[in-house]
Structure formats: C-alpha cells, structure tokens
T-cell receptor, first 114, second 115 residues
Framework: EDKVVQSPLSLVVHEGDTVTLNCSYE??????LLWYKQEKKAPTFLFML????IEKKSGRLSSILDKKELFSILNITATQTGDSAVYLC??????????????FGQGTILTVHP | SAVISQKPSRDICQRGTSLTIQCQVD?????MFWYRQQPGQSLTLIAT?????????ESGFVIDKFPISRPNLTFSTLTVSNMSPEDSSIYLC????????????FGPGTRLTVT
C-alpha cells in the first residue's frame, strides 16, 4: 500500500522566518509528487515534481524531489501570515483500478505569527 | 489549469435526507474524482467518476450510499444518501486535465453538516 509521511505535523514561526516542510513516500509505480496548500476547504495546487534534483520555484516557495532517497521538501522563505495553512503532499497512483488516486500525507499545519 | 466550480458551497441537512453535489469544469478533463475530508482528517478518495459508465468506488464506499454520475467530460454529481451526522464533511471534486500529466486540481469544496 502506498504511503506518504509528512513532518513536522505542525510548525509555529514568526514572519520573516524560513521554513522547510518534509515529505517522504513509499509508492509502487511512482510517477510524480504534488504539493498543495489548504486554507479553508479546497487544496490549492502548488507544485508537481517528477524529476530528481530539479527545483521548482514560485515566488517565495520552492520544492525539490529526491527520487533516490524518496523524499521531497517544500521551502518557504520570508514567511508571511498569509502562508498560515495546512500543506499537503500527495502522490498519484500510476496503475491499477485506482489510477490517478492521490495518496495524501497527514499534512503540516503551519502557523505564522506577526 | 482548469477552473472548477461546485454547488452548493455549503449545506445543513437533516438526517435521513439526501444531497446532490455538482461539479462543473470549464474544460474537458480525462479524470474526475470525489474526495471526502472529515474534520481534522486528510482527504480520502470516495470514487473515480467515469464518463459514460459506473463509478469506481474505493474500499469502504458503496454506490447505494454515494451514487455518482458523469454524463460528459466536464460535469459530475455526487449524491450523499440517507445522511447521518457521520457524513458531515467537506466533499471535494478533483480533475486531471486532458494532458494526463497528473496535475490534479480541486474544486472549492462543499461543506456538509448533518443534524
């Protein structure tokens, strides 16, 4: 069974801090790893990673994948209160009857204080 | 990325009743999914909505309780039948685009409270 584990489960920082969120995975037929930000109801897509060592970047957020060690990190620099959210990583099932199904980690609750 | 809308955005229902949630996408997509997120939990897949055929349900979810329709490549409905308070959750549809590149986007969600 596919497994995705995130750490830490919660994190409290002050504005301006840099944070690193971790995601490790054990999946058969790995194809990609996705990061989402969830504030109220719906997860908002951040990144999809498929290749090792290639950093994806969007503003203050960046992410990288290590397919050898089976993990990914999400970095947020110069954090702002608007970054407070639950950050989820997930991998899609790449075969079988549940093709495309996302297996999610538990999520990291990030709280940024002013 | 696809623009996804869901209706209703929230509802409060009495136990024993049913609610149908609609998911509309602004472009054709290959795959549509329905997820549930119970309070304090991560997302759990209910089923894959298949266009023109019966949905594929995950273990623990059955068609009688969660009937799903997908008449075309841009629209799907999920019905939560004979509701009980345990069905109080956020229900989310998600889609994978025609490129099939596994970028999966979520609709805004429906917050359901059953009293």
């Amino acid at each position: 069974e596919d497994k995705v584990v995130q750490s830490p489960l919660s994190l409290v920082v002050h504005e301006g801090d840099t944070v690193t969120l971790n995601c490790s995975y054990e999946v058969t037929n790995f194809r990609s790893l996705l990061w989402y930000k969830q504030e109220k109801k719906a997860p908002t897509f951040l990144f999809m990673l498929t290749s090792s060592g290639i950093e994806k970047k969007s503003g203050r957020l960046s992410s990288i994948l290590d397919k050898k060690e089976l993990f990914s990190i999400l970095n947020i620099t110069a954090t702002q209160t608007g970054d407070s959210a639950v950050y989820l990583c997930a991998t899609p099932n790449a075969g079988g009857t549940s093709y495309g199904k996302l297996t999610f980690g538990q999520g990291t609750i990030l709280t940024v204080h002013p | 990325s696809a623009v996804i809308s869901q209706k209703p955005s929230r509802d409060i229902c009495q136990r024993g009743t049913s609610l149908t949630i609609q998911c509309q996408v602004d472009s054709q997509v290959t795959m549509m999914f329905w997820y549930r997120q119970q309070p304090g939990q991560s997302l759990t897949l209910i089923a894959t909505a298949n266009q023109g055929s019966e949905a594929t349900y995950e273990s623990g979810f059955v068609i009688d309780k969660f009937p799903i329709s997908r008449p075309n490549l841009t629209f799907s409905t999920l019905t939560v039948s004979n509701m009980s308070p345990e069905d109080s959750s956020i229900y989310l549809c998600s889609v994978v685009g025609l490129a099939g590149d596994y970028e999966q986007y979520f609709g805004p969600g429906t917050r359901l409270t059953v009293t």
